[in-house]
């Protein structure tokens, strides 16, 4: 459920906000102060702020200033202040929207709903999920071409990090050193195996914690190497 946190002096407009936003299904929380306001919005994750310029405490252009410098989450500010001025003001500083008061509660519903909706289009069109491997506490960034063990980054040439993933990829099957460098080097071995072999001691110096008894690349003698799972 979508959590709206109200910041707003006034009791009796709070309270309606609340009700009719609960009535279309959101989770609502209120702060009738700007600086308890603020320590809430911070604190916890909401969804939208409605968030009234004048406040005891702080006022909402200052809330408004420091929610927007930790989060992008939507804000709608609302006042009884109809100066352009204000308006330009609060816009100025970080808000999606600006409603002058008296306005319908209705109206306040059709815009939250509206900014939220803009809101999550926004983020799952920016979100770009990275393609990642994981097996037993290694983690295989593809898309950032990171590598990680037991959470600690550990550094990776760039062929170090090719061979490591297709083997991490292709689990359980054993290949040949002349099948590793053809897929990796994408060429025929004449004579440069060592060049695989090299790569997997480097590998396993990284990724295993006892090189002497691997435990994610295993040799298989006179064949070539697997990685187990």
């Given at each position: 459920m979508s959590r709206i946190l109200i910041i707003e002096d006034e009791e009796a407009i709070a309270d309606l906000e609340k009700d009719y936003l609960e009535l279309s299904g959101f989770e609502v929380e209120i702060e009738h102060a700007g600086d308890t306001g603020l320590l809430k919005a911070l604190k916890e994750e909401f969804n939208l702020i409605i968030l009234d310029l004048m406040l005891p405490g702080m006022d909402g252009f200052e809330v408004c200033k420091k929610i927007r410098e930790e989060k992008?989450?939507?804000?709608?500010?609302v006042s009884a202040k109809k100066d352009d001025i204000d308006k330009i003001r609060g816009l100025g500083l970080g808000a999606d929207d600006y409603m002058t008061k008296p306005f319908s509660p209705s109206e306040l519903v059709a815009r939250v709903k509206a900014h939220m909706a803009r809101y999550e289009r926004l983020v799952s069109t920016n979100q770009k999920t990275n393609d990642i491997v994981e097996i037993r506490g290694i983690k295989i960034d593809k898309t950032a071409r990171r590598v990680y063990v037991d959470g600690e980054e550990k550094a990776f040439t760039t062929k170090e990090f090719?061979?490591?993933?297709f083997l991490a990829e292709n689990?359980?099957?054993?290949?040949?050193?002349?099948?590793?460098?053809?897929?990796?080097?994408?060429?025929?071995?004449?004579?440069?195996?060592?060049?695989?072999?090299?790569?997997?001691?480097?590998?396993?110096?990284?990724?295993?914690?006892?090189?002497?008894?691997?435990?994610?690349?295993?040799?298989?003698?006179g064949v070539g190497y697997r990685f187990k799972v």
């Open positions: 992008n989450v939507p804000i709608l500010m090719d061979l490591l993933t689990p359980n099957h054993v290949f040949t050193k002349e099948e590793l460098f053809r897929e990796i080097w994408d060429m025929d071995s004449i004579g440069d195996i060592a060049t695989v072999t090299v790569h997997i001691k480097k590998i396993r110096e990284k990724i295993e914690f006892d090189t002497a008894n691997p435990q994610y690349i295993e040799t298989i003698w």
